[in-house]
């Protein structure tokens, strides 16, 4: 009989709680997510690895109405650039689509490469933060900031001037879960 060892477990736990993280906006608009389960992710969060403890990670939790306002900072942008009217007007809606909108900015660091050190942390961390949703069952979906808005959502938020906004998640109670696909095996070279 073969017989687990508790790191094997560990491993497999973990192991199929990555896979079972989703992207998913199919949820249900009118339950709320509680600020405090918001604030449970953004400390989780934080556990990432960043080089030379800069701490680089800055949130914003939107909600209510302010969604409807992000939306229209983003909006704003995008019709000064000429993007088509259609993507604007959707554009100025699509944060109401979940009860939170977090906002997850990186900081400026004190050279390019410590700035980039800097973003690569916080990514590190949006993954952590989308793992402890799917744990407690939240719905995620991780998207980027409209192109050219980055500066104007960084001052909606409060953030600090040239603070790049790494993520914009949505956060809500999953009404269905998509189905998974199969991903390409990993490109491995070994090199001896």
Known sequence: MLRCT??????DEFATLVRARRTNLMVDKARDVDTDVVQQLCELSTWAPNHKL????????????????????CADVMSRQGEPEPRVAKTRGKFARTPVVLMVGAEVGDSEVRTAENRDAVSAAVQTLLLGATALGLASFWSSCPTGANDDVAAFCGFPTDTTIVAMIYL???LDIPNGFERPPARLTRID
């Open 6 to 11: 508790r790191t094997e477990m560990q491993f």
């Open 54 to 73: 800069t701490w680089p990670w800055i949130f914003a939790e939107v909600r209510g109405d302010a969604r409807l306002r992000l939306g229209a900072v």
């Open 172 to 174: 809500g109670w999953p």
